[in-house]
């Protein structure tokens, strides 16, 4: 099996880690119509400000770890967000039920939508993730 391409990998601050890599979501997704359209991007914080993602690490708030949008370019684009070291296993073991609610998604899902956003945000205060989608 392919595994899904990924277009860039940010180093990791000391003390992060990704909670998933390209081989777990390909294995979550193998399968699902947009499959060879998507590309897996790895950005370490999943705001722009390096100071916001840290003011949420600091006060147990949640953060987006990995989020699946349709595109303007027509691309179907993964994003991978760090965790705290911490919480990546923690992370890692509750995203596995939502990657494959987001595969049974992708299966009722057109391969150009109008719309599509599909987020797992994790809940460092309770160590919990929850999966929202917009179609």
């Known amino acids: 099996m392919d595994v899904i391409p990924t277009k860039r990998k940010e180093k990791l601050p000391r003390g992060y880690s990704y909670p ?4 777990i979501i390909s294995n979550a997704l193998h399968g699902v119509p947009q499959y060879q359209l998507a590309s897996i991007t790895f950005d370490w914080k999943d705001i722009f400000w390096a100071s916001k993602y840290q003011e949420k690490i600091r006060s147990a708030g949640a953060i987006e770890i990995v989020k699946i949008n349709f595109d303007l370019w027509k691309e179907w684009r ?3 967000h760090a965790v705290p070291a911490a919480h990546s296993q923690s992370a890692r073991l509750q995203l596995s039920p939502a990657l494959a609610s987001l595969a049974s998604l992708l299966h009722r899902t057109p391969l150009e939508p109008e719309h599509f956003h599909w ?3 994790y809940d460092l205060a309770g160590s919990s993730v929850t999966a929202t989608a917009r179609s």
Do not use: H, R, S, T
Request: glycine share 10%; net charge negative.
């Open 20 to 23: 998933v890599g390209a081989e």
């Open 78 to 80: 993964i994003f991978v």
């Open 119 to 121: 987020v797992a945000i």
